[in-house]
């Protein structure tokens, strides 16, 4: 990790690079300087999938060949009645992982692992929340968003509270360019704001708009979706100037539109959320303009041919050449992946387990020249469904390995510090965090 001597010369290299941009009046008031650029490092964690790409994994992260019967390491979460959890986060060495239950009352948590062995290095518990949102990490800082209206800047090293700040619920904040792009305000005015990543105070913020849903950051732009007010509207997405908060460009092309948007230099990708017809779109990310687009039927009849099941398109991870799409179907039919050509939208290649029951996949992280997911088996049958872990080739979709898990995980797994992170979770609703290196 760079010492603080580097990383304030590089800071003072990065706000020289500024000098001459367009300054942080914002659109609305403020006193506050301009933001200084703090140097982004290859082990923060910005986005819930680690990047806009929404790959899961750090750039070199790959596993070691091979994935062993027996994990590395597991250590067990201390909580009863677990209902929900999200993948893990993994930034210098520490693993957090949010979850939610009840035990007396309900709470949300977020615990810090160290990863070379599992032992807990220290946890936080809200006892106002209902939702385990996932965390951003950066510069020995983790951002946190309760599920009682507060955003937390959480000491990495202990998670003592740095500062706090209130705002609408369910749009964590996302750490890039000098800034915490978040919410301020309340549900009923909500506010789009840049905060300074240290104190927690304002640099811009834009006056009431509606509600906005906060998407993600390329090396240019934050990206934001704000919904429409009433049915005369629709809804849009934002490319967002990180230094003025202006918007530099909008579209309706994805409305409505499913998360995530994944963004990678050169091109921005999302899928809408129209039942009947579903549509996979390319824009320009300087333009919003449409490059390609790819329109598909998701519908598929339930078991008595009346009712249908309505598919979806997560987008997955983008690399540099390769789109990966995880085509759901709630586990009523076979999940299947398709890698797509990011430039044409071309189909490269189809995974999918096809059996006498339906297999379900977790969402699928890419690392190195392979993809790595978890598969739940049966999740209508009377018994506690079975579970895999697997790997794929990035390059032709061939499976690799595939090892069984002795408790099923819900959720896709992790790549970070040479090891394979999957959460699982027992009958009983007790979570376990197993490492395989």
């Known amino acids: 990790m760079p010492s ?8 003072a290299a990065g706000t020289a690079a500024l000098a001459g941009c367009t300054s942080l009046d914002g659109l609305v008031g403020r006193s506050t300087p301009d933001p200084a650029p703090f140097l982004h490092e290859p082990t923060d964690w910005a986005h819930p999938r680690y ?13 070691p060949e091979g994935l062993p019967d027996e994990p590395a390491w597991t250590a067990s979460v201390e909580a009863d009645g677990v209902d929900h959890v999200h993948p893990p986060v993994v930034a210098d060495g520490v693993i957090y992982l949010p979850f939610q239950g009840y035990d007396r009352e ?10 070379s062995a599992g032992e807990e290095r220290w946890r936080l518990g809200r006892s106002e929340g209902v939702h385990p949102y996932t965390p951003a990490v950066a510069r020995e800082t983790v951002y946190w968003l309760t599920d009682g209206n507060r955003r937390l800047a959480l000491n990495a090293a202990d998670g003592s509270v740095r500062w706090a700040r209130g705002g609408p619920n369910h749009r964590r904040p996302i750490p890039a360019h000098g800034v915490l792009f978040d919410l301020a305000g309340s549900s009923t005015d909500p506010r789009l704001v840049a905060r300074d990543p ?24 934050f990206y934001a979706r704000l919904d429409a007010q009433d049915g005369n509207e629709a809804t849009r997405l934002h490319a967002i100037d990180p230094l003025t908060g202006e918007t530099r460009w909008e579209t309706d092309r994805l409305a409505p539109f499913l998360e995530p948007l994944v963004a990678r230099e050169g091109r921005v990708f999302g899928t ?16 919003g303009e449409e490059e390609w687009s790819v329109e598909r039927d998701l519908q598929r009849p339930f078991d008595d041919g009346e009712r249908l099941v309505n598919g979806d ?31 044409s939208g071309e189909v490269r290649w189809t995974y999918a387990d096809e059996g006498d029951v339906p297999v ?11 993809v790595y997911l978890t598969t739940v088996t049966d999740q209508r049958g009377d018994g506690w469904p079975s579970g895999s872990l697997r790997t794929l080739s990035l390059a032709d979709g061939s499976e690799r390995e595939r090892v069984p898990l002795d408790t099923p995980s819900f959720v896709g797994p992790v790549v970070a510090d040479g090891r394979c992170l999957v ?3 027992d009958e009983e609703r007790r979570l376990s965090l197993v490492a395989r290196a």
Do not use: C, M
Request: no cysteine; charged share 30%.
């Open 4 to 11: 603080p001597t580097r990383r304030a010369l590089l800071a």
């Open 51 to 63: 990047d806009a790409g929404n790959t899961g994994a750090a750039p070199g992260a790959a596993a």
């Open 106 to 115: 309900e709470f949300v948590r977020l615990v810090a692992f160290d990863a």
């Open 198 to 221: 240290d104190t927690g105070d304002t640099y811009w913020r834009r006056g009431n708009e509606g509600e906005w849903r906060l998407l993600g950051a390329d090396g240019e732009r």
């Open 272 to 287: 809408d959320g129209r039942p009947d017809s579903k549509r996979l779109v390319a824009l320009d990310p300087a333009t």
């Open 313 to 343: 398109q997560p987008l997955a991870a983008l690399t540099d050449d390769t789109l990966l799409v995880h085509v759901d179907f709630h586990g009523i039919y076979d999940d299947r992946i398709e890698a797509r050509d990011p430039a």
């Open 360 to 370: 379900s996949f977790g969402r699928p992280v890419v690392a190195g020249d392979r």
């Open 423 to 425: 959460v699982t979770r």
